[in-house]
């Protein structure tokens, strides 16, 4: 098994992630886990109380546009992390991911575009509002918790938003890595556990992608599969892929090349040209259009849908390799 060349990825991207930090709006109460409990007849140990020093609902407005900065920045990257995990990456904050540097202005202005209106929500909805919040708790939670009611300028503290991209610094050739100053045996050990721990996170890269083309594949033969054609009815029961179906597979293309660029990967790089022929085509169908394309896959006749169906298995078959590379980093 020839030996994966890594350096190009150290070259071409850039880490990034985001870490928000907030002020915990639901408090621990053993009281009421206590008295929760004896009502459940429960074992006490068990149970866990907790109050909420505001409506939950202000919060889930406030934290919107944090999810889609999260959501925002899984489209335009790559997963980078030593957990694997699904498509649409971790939703845990801090997480890693790569980004092409042809990107990061896009990425900065995105990202300072949500933190805008993150904070403007803050000003509007909680800041501005926190001294109200106290009072209505007098009634609300019976005067008790006042003490979490922190002074408004502590409060504003509490907030942070980081999403600035830094340098992937990890060492493509360890064993060379100048830091390293210690007795030969344990600089080998911690080369080989290094070794490991980046051979998973690139492999978790590849995988994420390869998982991502799965995911969508699998969900246009599910709507090929369901579909049931009723004379005169093209709409209900009709799950056939719609354009935005077409156009995910597509940007799943765009992720690929881009990758690729850094690390080769032959596999990954046949599902790329396979599904643009396979999208090309489709725009074929629906001549120049994805939308009416789909208008072409229905009715009684199944001949385009199984050629469709075809084209995706062939996808699969090229992406399969690729959802585990960690023997190949590791040779």
């Known amino acids: 098994m020839s030996k994966v060349d890594t350096s190009g990825l150290f070259e071409n991207f850039v880490l990034v992630s985001l870490t928000v930090t907030k002020y915990g709006h639901i408090k621990t109460c053993k009281e009421l886990a206590e008295e929760g409990a004896k009502v459940l ?8 109380g907790a109050v909420s020093l505001i409506d939950d609902s202000v919060i889930r407005y406030i934290n919107k546009p944090i999810a889609q900065a999260r959501e925002y920045m899984k489209g335009i990257t790559v997963v980078w992390t030593a957990s694997r ?6 939703r845990v904050s801090g997480s890693e991911y790569l980004l092409a540097p042809e990107k990061i202005q896009e990425y900065r202005d995105r990202m300072a575009e949500f ?3 993150w904070e403007r929500r803050l000003e509007k909805h909680l800041f501005s509002r926190w001294d109200f919040f106290r009072a209505q708790a007098l009634t609300d939670l019976n005067g008790r918790f006042q003490e979490h009611f922190i002074p408004l300028e502590e409060l504003r503290e509490k907030f942070n938003w980081d999403a600035d991209p830094r340098m992937l610094d990890e060492a493509p050739d360890l064993s060379n890595d100048i830091r390293l100053k210690a007795p030969q045996e344990v600089i080998d050990k911690c080369v080989e556990e290094t070794k490991r721990r980046q051979a998973m996170k ?48 597509e940007r799943l293309a765009d992720r690929i090349d881009e990758f690729t660029k850094a690390l080769d990967d032959e596999n990954l790089t046949d599902a790329s040209n396979k599904i643009r022929q396979l999208v090309d085509d489709i725009r074929s169908l629906g001549d120049g ?10 009715g009684e006749d199944d ?10 298995s062939e996808i699969k078959d090229a992406t399969a390799p690729a959802t585990n590379r960690l023997e190949d980093f590791l040779s």
Request: glycine share 8%.
């Open 115 to 117: 933190r805008m209106e």
């Open 303 to 312: 001949t385009e849908r199984q050629k469709v169906k075809e084209k995706l």
């Open 202 to 249: 690139i492999s978790n890269a590849v995988g994420s992608i390869a998982d991502s083309v799965m995911d969508e594949a699998n969900e246009i033969v599910k709507g090929i599969d369901s579909y049931v054609f009723v004379p005169g009815n093209n709409r209900t029961g009709n799950h056939l892929p719609k354009q935005k179906g077409w156009e995910r597979l």
């Open 41 to 48: 007849t429960i074992d006490g140990d068990r149970a866990k």
């Open 289 to 298: 259009s994805l939308k009416e394309a789909r208008k072409k896959l229905s």
């Open 85 to 90: 995990v699904n498509a649409n990456g971790s």
